[in-house]
């Protein structure tokens, strides 16, 4: 089972729509989430960081936290085609600050 | 605040030699961690150093090394290059009290 698992994609969504972003991990001990975004070519941005059990708002981005069933999602809002990118899941772990990526899902906002 | 930089940005070498790549993090932070990005094993962990001490480490084998210097700024080394090792080698920074973790524009490294 690897540590932090997404689905790939790509998930096409329509200008507008509600993008949703789900990602799983293994370590029931981790504490620290993180939702980065990435452009082709670009490096990883980070958008969004959740830590307690429940929603974080953030403008458009909602992030998602469940660690009973250790589940972390990220909704976009009114997607729009400047989101198309790849959006990676981290989780903080191994005591440390070790980051442990997923292999990210590739998001495509259709006009 | 300028964001965390990287130098160089291209680099392309051959099979047995070796490379030094530079990350000065963002101003305050001082814990500098290295990533490697490649298309089939995604981000995967090199190390974290703080106060230029190594904290944490990867599961990468000895060619791969890094410090840290006074100033916060970063180094890492890879030695006897394989063709395997062409990559995004991704430095990211953050003040040390807080997780969140801010990426530089990478070294794209290419092994011929």
């Known amino acids: 089972q690897k540590e932090v698992e997404q689905n790939s994609g790509p998930l096409s969504v329509p200008e507008g729509a509600i993008a949703s972003l789900n990602c799983t991990y293994s370590?029931?001990?981790?504490?620290?989430f993180f939702w980065y975004r990435q452009y082709s070519g670009k490096s990883p941005e980070l958008i969004m960081s959740?830590?307690?059990?429940g929603d974080k708002e953030d403008g458009r981005f909602t992030a998602q936290l469940n660690k009973a069933s250790q589940y972390v999602s990220l909704l976009i809002r009114d997607s729009q085609p400047s989101d198309s990118a790849t959006y990676l899941c981290a989780v903080l772990t191994g005591g440390g600050n070790k980051l442990t990526f997923g292999t990210g899902t590739q998001l495509k906002v259709e006009l | 605040k300028a964001g965390v930089t990287q130098t160089p940005r291209y680099l392309i070498k051959t099979r047995g030699q070796q490379v030094t790549l530079s990350c000065s993090p963002i101003?305050?932070?001082?814990?500098v961690s290295w990533y490697q990005q490649t298309p089939g094993q995604g981000l995967q962990f090199l190390f974290e150093y703080f106060s230029e001490t190594q904290r944490n480490k990867g599961n990468f084998p000895g060619r791969f090394s890094g410090r840290q210097f006074s100033n916060s700024r970063s180094e890492m080394n890879v030695s006897t290059l394989e063709l395997g090792d062409s990559a995004l080698y991704l430095c990211a920074s953050r003040e040390f009290d807080y997780n969140e973790q801010f990426f530089g524009p990478g070294t794209r490294l290419t092994v011929l």
């Open positions: 370590d029931r001990g981790s504490q620290s």
């Open positions: 959740i830590y307690s059990n």
């Open positions: 101003s305050g932070h001082r814990s």
